[in-house]
Each structure stands twice: as structure tokens, then as C-alpha cells.
């Protein structure tokens, strides 16, 4: 062997050394983070459903409100008896022939006269005077309906004819003041009940009409499902969601989405449980019931949709099912200590368990399956593949809820071995309930555990390596609701901080979703949301800016090691994650001091960084947040490309969240 040879050998050897040593280093400091990290939470809270994301614009189109649904509500709430020009017959609510039996009410009216306009100069001018003479009812929408100039809406209604001659209606969109903005007419002509569509194209911009439906002919008529719809939902989709507000959780990019609740999935006492059989079907034959927020559901916005919505935009969908217990604050008894939980009574396990069974079928089964059979016949026969369901919502860990839990627990695991199960530990992240959860989790080896909490943004700094020390041979964690108490930068900037401890555990922690997701103005019930709207826009939080640079952004394994700083300093946090697919590296720093501080980049482990990258930036005055008055005090993040080498200081503004994408296919000059 020459001398040339030797060195070589031994090159090798030392390369191989190397390699090995690097390629163990790598190992040690690299995690793989859950593809599904990033979702987001649903619920019907803050008139976030009907009146929100579901685009019907007709509220109690079916005339089902009931004080049962709100102490003040009756069949005709948002309903009033209009008859124009000294018109005159009447109006009353009926059940004894409906549409379906799950929808009991409907309205008839007798219209016995048709008034003529005077012409005497005298009566001309009074408002009584004016307009299409009619019988008929007026719906003043949630809070109004506004419409924009040119928009079409697509207008239908249930009729049945009560009396001998066709009746001719004209549908209207007018102001208040009576001014036409959208006109069109249709007749019925049915004694048996059938659905009337026409379409309204509106010639003017209103922020406040209303739907007028005037008989203008004599007879006697059965009305139910008044409705009227954007033709522009969301995907065009029929029955569908109000555009804006489905765009603006799209671009979130959400792995998963989680529907339909929080507390409305467990409901305010056993008959109040969100079943999801109810929610599925021709709109007129579900089950409307109270809202456990104190208004009405309709359940148009029903599980075909929030499946149909999870395909929309490339989410999985998260259904989470009651444990076949109920909110243990049923009847608002978080006021002596929440004990209102109340279980379904034994006998009635059987059935329930079948019914989350059935679910299962619905969403994967072929078409040819019962339940798969009306999945197709909704117009969807390809499955919506289901992979995982949650069952119960923070419940109190009762012996009545371990032993419903379990049940359902074992007969979906056995059915649908593939179905990842999500448990449940309480509203709080630690105490009793969080205890008992997981001491549930851990018996059964549950798949994962759903977390919730609400916190000060200093419990996220303080908390932000609560992960770290997870026993990763027990059951995953889903962090199902989390926030800190407000809608400040500060607020956000402390979430960033956490998220990058979720990044980090994203071997642990695989889902995580904010909460909760919309709130109505003026019906806003929640004192944190994600985004804020009513019927003409929205304002966008710095939290959601936040969710959305991290769920945009998003990494399948974490890197350590890259990032320096001080770590007693609980203000600061930071990640590395490398998306595969695109080769980038992505850096997230965060610093929620309210002074600029340097963080210690170091990127020599890797080749073929750049020598630029892109950087966005999220940042101002801890104080600062949107309202509807000055939506825009809060800066969008801000884009730039940066110069970068393979180690730097960053300098971290003050509350602050920087994120840096690096491409590693352009070799560092
Ligand atoms: O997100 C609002 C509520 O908070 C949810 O309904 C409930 O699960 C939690 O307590």
C-alpha cells in the first residue's frame, strides 16, 4: 500500500467518522412534527354559524324560534305582518301538516283583500299609501341583510296552496323606507308542499334592506323556508358559506378543521347534544334546536356542509361527538361549581354508540352502505375519508363520563381500528378534571388527548416548554382551544411564543387549534376571538396574523440547535423547521419584550443555504389592536428579502415575531 493510498484510507475513515458523528448530531436534534399541527376550531358561539359563516341571509327562515332558544323569541321573531296599501286578511303559525315533523312550524296567511292606491291627492303622499298593495311578511335578515349594487341572490320558499286559485307573490329586497331594490314574482300553484325559487338582482347598494314576500292575490297559503342566499357562497356552493369569511379561514391553510364546538357539541343538558343525524339530509327536514349560547341553530350549516367545506380547502375534518354526556354547566350552573353535567341514561348507549358507528360509515363507507348511501344521495358518493373524530369537549371526569366514554371508546376502536380517537381532559390545563382525563387516556391508550385553556400571555411565556418534558409513549396531545385573554400584539406575540414550543413538540402535540374563530359584532359572546365581523366585512386580530405566518409556514421537522439566545429569558423563543418538499429552511423568532434583542443565528450545518432569504415580519406596540373603527391600526406582516450568512445576528424587534424562510437549493457564494 502506498503512501497515497494510506491517506486516502484514511480520509475515508475520517469522512465516515464524521459523517457518522454529524448524521448522529442530526438525529439528536431533529424531531418530526405532525403534518397536522396547525388547524382550526368551529363553533356556533358569537352568531358564528347562522348569521355568520352559513350565508342564509333570512333569519328563522322556518319560523322555529322559540323561547326555548332565548326567552324573548317566538315563530315570528325578525318576522313582521306587512300589508301595504290598506291591504288586510291574517297571519298565524300552524304545525299540523308541516313540511317534515322536524319541522313543525310554518306560517299561513289568509289574504282576504287586496287594497287599491287612492288617488286623491289628499292621501297620495302617506307612507300607507305607497307600494304594492299585499299581504304578506317582512324579514329583517340578522341585524338587516345588506346587499351590493348588481348582486344576485337566489331566493326560495316552501308553499302550499290552502285555498282554490293560485296565489301570485312578489319577493322583494327593499329599504326601510320602502325604496325597491331587487324585484321578481312567482305563483303558487301547489296543494301539496313545494319549493319556489326565483332569483333577485339588486339595482342599488343597502347596508339595512329588507325581504318583503307579498301575496298580491286572494287565497290562503301555507309558507315555510323562506330563504334567500348570495348566489356568490363561498365555491358557489348551494346551501354554502358566506364568502369572505370561508376565504379568510382558507388562507389560513388549516391542516384540520374541528366543528362543530366546543361546549355546543355537548349541549346545555342531554336534549341538547349536538346529533349529528339531525344536521344531515334536505335542509327542511333537519332538526333545529337552541344554541346552549343563548340563540337558535338551524343546522343548515349541518355536517354535509363543515365536510363538504374540510374538502373546499384541503382540510381534514375534526368532528368531535358527545361522550353521551352533557356540558357540565347545563343550565348555567358554573355559577355553584358546574354540576349540571347530566349522562344519557344507560339503556340508551346502545343506540348512541350505533349513531357514532354510523358516522364513521357516512363520512368513509362506500356508496352502496347505508349511511355512504346518503352521503352519495347529498351529492358526494366519493368518501370524505374520515381519520379521526374527537369524543366528548372538556367534560367533567365523572364516573357517568369514563363509563360512556369507555364504551364508545372500544366499540369505534374495534370497528374502525384506523380512526385515531380524541379524548378529553377538562377546560383547564391542569386540576382534577386534566388529572382524571389523561389517568382515562392512559388506561385505554387513547390515540390523543384534547387540552384547552385560556390564559394570561404570561402563563404562555412562562409555559412555553410545557411540552418538552411529555412522555412520548403516551397518548398524543391535541391542544383543541387555547388563547391568551385578549387581542393585542401583546396577546399574539405571547401565543407565538407558545406555538414555537408546539413546533418543537410537534412530535407530541399534533394538533392545535386557536379558539374561538369568529364573533359577531354585537353578538359577540366571547371575550377573545380570532376574527371579528358583521354582515359587510371583518377585521382581521393580531392573532390571527399570528396563526396564520405559523400554519403558512410550516415545517415536518424541527431542527435545534440553530437558533441562540438567552434562555432564562422566558420573552424570547425560537424554532428551525425544514419543509422537505420545498428543501427551505424555516426560522421562527420571536421576542414579546417590549425592547429589541439579538438572537444568535447559526446555519453551518447546513449546505446550499442562499445568500438571501425572505423575511416577514410581525411587530408593533404591545398595546395595539383592530376594531371596527380602525380596522387597520394593527401593520400586516411585512415581507422583504434579506441578506443572510451561514451564521448572524438577528436583530428582534420588540414584540415581534419574524419569520425567515431560506432556500437550500442555491449553493452560499
Ligand atoms: O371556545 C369557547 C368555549 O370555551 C368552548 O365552547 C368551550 O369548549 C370552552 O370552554
Given at each position: 500500500m502506498n503512501i497515497t493510498k494510506i491517506i486516502c484510507l484514511f480520509c475515508i475513515i475520517s469522512l465516515n467518522v464524521f459523517a457518522q458523528k454529524n448524521t448522529k448530531k442530526i438525529q439528536q436534534t431533529e424531531r418530526k412534527i405532525s403534518p397536522d399541527l396547525m388547524g382550526i376550531f368551529f363553533e356556533d358561539i358569537n352568531y358564528s354559524a347562522d348569521g355568520g359563516l352559513y350565508a342564509e341571509l333570512v333569519q328563522n327562515r322556518s319560523f322555529e324560534y322559540s323561547p326555548t332558544d332565548n326567552r324573548n323569541w317566538h315563530p315570528f321573531t325578525a318576522w313582521d305582518y306587512h300589508t301595504p296599501v290598506f291591504s288586510y286578511g291574517s297571519l298565524q303559525i300552524e304545525t299540523n301538516q308541516p313540511i317534515h315533523p322536524n319541522n313543525p312550524h310554518y306560517a299561513v296567511l289568509n289574504i282576504e283583500h287586496?287594497?287599491?292606491?287612492?288617488?286623491?291627492?289628499?292621501?297620495?303622499?302617506?307612507?300607507?299609501?305607497?307600494?304594492?298593495?299585499?299581504?304578506?311578511?317582512?324579514?329583517?335578515?340578522?341585524?338587516?341583510?345588506?346587499?351590493?349594487?348588481?348582486?344576485?341572490?337566489?331566493?326560495?320558499?316552501?308553499?302550499?296552496?290552502?285555498?282554490?286559485?293560485?296565489?301570485?307573490?312578489?319577493?322583494?329586497?327593499?329599504?326601510?323606507?320602502?325604496?325597491?331594490?331587487?324585484?321578481?314574482?312567482?305563483?303558487?300553484?301547489?296543494?301539496n308542499w313545494?319549493?319556489?325559487?326565483?332569483?333577485?338582482?339588486?339595482?342599488?347598494?343597502?347596508?339595512?334592506?329588507?325581504?318583503?314576500?307579498?301575496?298580491?292575490?286572494?287565497?290562503?297559503?301555507?309558507?315555510?323556508?323562506?330563504?334567500?342566499?348570495?348566489?356568490?357562497?363561498?365555491?358557489?356552493?348551494?346551501?354554502?358559506?358566506?364568502?369572505?369569511?370561508?376565504?379568510?379561514?382558507?388562507?389560513?391553510?388549516?391542516?384540520?378543521?374541528?366543528?362543530?364546538?366546543?361546549?355546543?357539541?355537548?349541549?346545555?343538558?342531554?336534549?341538547?347534544?349536538?346529533?349529528?343525524?339531525?344536521?344531515?339530509?334536505?335542509?327542511?327536514?333537519?332538526?333545529?334546536?337552541?344554541?346552549?349560547?343563548?340563540?337558535?341553530?338551524?343546522?343548515?350549516?349541518?355536517?354535509?356542509?363543515?365536510?363538504?367545506?374540510?374538502?373546499?380547502?384541503?382540510?381534514?375534518?375534526?368532528?368531535?361527538?358527545?361522550?353521551?354526556?352533557?356540558?357540565?354547566?347545563?343550565?348555567?350552573?358554573?355559577?355553584?361549581?358546574?354540576?349540571?353535567?347530566?349522562?344519557?341514561?344507560?339503556?340508551e348507549m346502545g343506540d348512541y354508540i350505533q349513531e357514532v358507528l354510523d358516522l364513521i360509515e357516512w363520512a368513509n363507507g362506500p356508496s352502496t352502505s347505508q349511511w355512504g348511501a346518503l352521503r352519495a344521495a347529498a351529492g358526494h358518493p366519493e368518501p370524505f375519508n374520515l381519520e379521526m373524530i374527537g369524543i366528548g369537549n372538556e367534560d367533567k371526569i365523572t364516573p357517568?363520563?369514563?363509563?360512556?366514554?369507555?364504551?364508545?371508546?372500544?366499540?369505534?376502536?374495534?370497528?374502525?381500528?384506523?380512526?385515531?380517537?380524541?379524548?378529553?381532559?377538562?377546560?383547564?390545563?391542569?386540576?382534577?378534571?386534566?388529572?382524571?382525563?389523561?389517568?382515562?387516556?392512559?388506561?385505554?391508550?387513547?390515540?390523543?388527548?384534547?387540552?384547552?385553556?385560556?390564559?394570561?400571555?404570561?402563563?404562555?411565556?412562562?409555559?412555553?416548554?410545557?411540552?418538552?418534558?411529555?412522555?412520548?409513549?403516551?397518548?398524543?396531545?391535541?391542544?383543541?382551544?387555547y388563547a391568551s385573554w385578549g387581542n393585542q400584539i401583546k396577546n399574539a406575540i405571547a401565543e407565538a411564543v407558545f406555538m414555537v414550543g408546539l413546533e418543537r413538540n410537534g412530535d407530541v402535540v399534533s394538533l392545535a387549534s386557536y379558539a374561538p374563530l369568529l364573533a359577531k359584532r354585537n353578538h359577540t359572546q366571547w371575550r377573545t376571538n380570532m376574527i371579528f365581523f358583521d354582515n359587510s366585512g371583518y377585521f382581521l386580530t393580531p392573532n390571527y396574523y399570528v396563526q396564520k405566518l405559523f400554519s403558512t409556514n410550516k415545517g415536518d421537522t424541527f431542527i435545534d440547535n440553530v437558533v441562540s439566545f438567552d434562555s432564562k429569558d422566558s420573552t424570547l423563543a425560537a424554532s428551525c423547521v425544514r419543509d422537505t418538499k420545498s428543501g427551505d429552511l424555516i426560522l421562527k423568532l420571536v421576542n414579546a419584550s417590549s425592547s429589541p434583542k439579538t438572537m444568535k443565528v447559526d446555519l453551518s450545518k447546513f449546505k446550499n443555504t442562499g445568500i438571501t432569504a425572505e423575511q416577514i415580519v410581525f411587530a408593533g406596540n404591545e398595546n395595539l389592536e383592530n376594531t371596527y373603527e380602525k380596522p387597520n391600526t394593527v401593520e400586516v406582516p411585512k415581507m422583504s428579502t434579506i441578506t443572510i450568512s451561514k451564521s448572524f445576528d438577528f436583530a428582534s424587534s420588540a414584540n415581534s415575531l419574524s419569520v425567515i424562510r431560506i432556500k437550500t437549493s442555491t449553493p452560499l457564494k
Open positions: 287586496i287594497g287599491t292606491p287612492s288617488t286623491d291627492e289628499k292621501f297620495t303622499k302617506i307612507p300607507e299609501n305607497k307600494g304594492t298593495p299585499g299581504v304578506g311578511l317582512r324579514n329583517s335578515g340578522f341585524d338587516n341583510i345588506v346587499v351590493k349594487t348588481g348582486e344576485i341572490l337566489n331566493f326560495s320558499m316552501f308553499a302550499r296552496l290552502m285555498s282554490m286559485q293560485p296565489i301570485l307573490f312578489k319577493v322583494s329586497l327593499q329599504t326601510k323606507n320602502g325604496t325597491i331594490l331587487a324585484e321578481n314574482s312567482l305563483s303558487v300553484d301547489s296543494k313545494q319549493k319556489y325559487s326565483i332569483s333577485l338582482k339588486s339595482t342599488a347598494a343597502s347596508d339595512s334592506a329588507v325581504l318583503v314576500v307579498l301575496a298580491t292575490s286572494t287565497g290562503k297559503v301555507a309558507l315555510d323556508m323562506i330563504s334567500l342566499f348570495p348566489e356568490n357562497t363561498f365555491k358557489k356552493r348551494p346551501n354554502g358559506l358566506r364568502s369572505d369569511l370561508a376565504q379568510l379561514l382558507a388562507d389560513l391553510k388549516p391542516s384540520f378543521i374541528r366543528f362543530p364546538g366546543g361546549c355546543l357539541a355537548h349541549g346545555d343538558g342531554v336534549g341538547n347534544m349536538y346529533r349529528w343525524k339531525n344536521t344531515i339530509g334536505p335542509i327542511e327536514t333537519r332538526k333545529a334546536q337552541k344554541n346552549l349560547w343563548g340563540y337558535h341553530q338551524t343546522a343548515g350549516l349541518g355536517y354535509y356542509e363543515y365536510f363538504q367545506f374540510c374538502e373546499d380547502i384541503g382540510a381534514k375534518p375534526l368532528p368531535v361527538l358527545p361522550a353521551a354526556v352533557s356540558c357540565q354547566n347545563s343550565g348555567g350552573t358554573w355559577r355553584i361549581g358546574g354540576t349540571g353535567q347530566c349522562a344519557l341514561p344507560m339503556n357517568e363520563f369514563e363509563e360512556r366514554f369507555k364504551l364508545i371508546y372500544e366499540a369505534v376502536h374495534v370497528k374502525y381500528p384506523n380512526v385515531k380517537i380524541i379524548g378529553t381532559s377538562g377546560p383547564f390545563h391542569n386540576g382534577e378534571d386534566f388529572e382524571k382525563g389523561w389517568k382515562v387516556a392512559d388506561n385505554l391508550q387513547v390515540h390523543t388527548i384534547d387540552e384547552h385553556y385560556y390564559v394570561q400571555p404570561d402563563w404562555l411565556l412562562k409555559n412555553q416548554h410545557r411540552y418538552d418534558t411529555y412522555d412520548r409513549n403516551k397518548s398524543k396531545v391535541y391542544l383543541g382551544e
